[in-house]
């Protein structure tokens, strides 16, 4: 992880709505501007080369301060479920930060305030991605992510949201590596490999995960977990040498070799 300055920064999260199903939602790009500096309590003072809160979340909170927390705990809605990247920080939202909060050994009160900043600074490099993923493994079709369902941008940002997801289901791992051996396709690129005319992987979506050490049925049982409502695995045409997980709306798992 790269170290961090602590003065003003700017924030550096690139991106755009948040696409499921291939609709865009919410802008996933805060706006060019100074990180915010500490809150008056002081209950927030560090700086971040990513983003910088500048003050406690609770329930009931808005705004782009609510949408950046949303990403970094997308990867804890509780089973089967998926929280919105909406900026509005509602029971879900609350119950996400709980389970961060949990994972980390914190109070797990729902509320985003010193600790929980600290210790996501800790978890993200300076381009916002979570330490232990990269969007070049999110990416091994093309540089600018041109070509999908979606606008670059918006691909890239989902992406994003992706990769979180997998940090926090590592986490759960035991902080064993998980492979990535891809993740956004164009659609050209989706053809070329035999993709699904819809496939989520042209949303930025999608990533497809080897063995490592946790085992294809590993990976698609934890997956279940972290936000993912698509998991394709073994036992499911074209998916036992490795297991498929996508955001997205609706919700369609099928690993039937691991009980799924």
Not at 55 to 77: C, D, F, H, K, N
Not at 95 to 103: D, E, I, M, P, Y
Not at 104 to 123: E, H, M, N
Not at 250 to 259: E, K, L, Q, V
Request: charged share 15%; glycine share 14%; hydrophobic share 40%.
């Amino acid at each position: 992880m790269r170290s961090r300055p602590v003065g003003f920064l700017l924030s550096a999260l690139a991106g755009a709505a948040l696409a499921f199903g291939g609709t865009a939602a919410a802008s996933a790009t805060p706006p060019s501007a100074p990180a915010p500096a500490a809150a008056p309590n002081g209950d927030v003072g560090t700086a971040d080369a990513c983003y910088t809160w500048s003050g406690t979340l609770r329930e009931g909170s808005s705004g782009e301060a609510v949408r950046q927390l949303q990403i970094r705990v997308a990867g804890y809605p509780g089973y089967g479920n998926q929280i919105a990247i909406d900026g509005q920080f509602g029971p879900a939202t609350k119950a996400a930060v709980a389970r961060f909060q949990s994972a980390y050994g914190l109070a797990s009160d729902g509320i985003a305030g010193a600790q929980t900043f600290s210790k996501i600074y800790a978890l993200q490099d300076d381009d916002c991605t979570p330490v232990n993923f990269t969007y070049a493994e999110l990416n091994r079709c093309n540089s600018d992510w041109s070509g999908g369902k979606v606008s670059a941008a918006t691909a890239r940002a989902n992406a994003l949201v992706t990769m979180w997801k997998l940090q926090a289901m590592r986490h759960a791992m035991g902080d064993r590596p998980i492979t990535v051996n891809g993740g956004f396709r164009s659609v050209s690129c989706n053809s070329a490999v035999g993709g699904a005319a819809n496939s989520r992987h042209m949303y930025g979506h999608a990533a497809d995960l080897g063995a490592g050490s946790q085992g294809f049925c590993g990976l698609a049982q934890a997956a279940r977990n972290h936000g993912f409502t698509e998991i394709l695995g073994p036992g499911y045409p074209g998916h036992n040498d490795h297991t498929h997980v996508a955001g997205g709306s609706g919700r369609f798992w099928s690993a039937p070799s691991c009980g799924i």
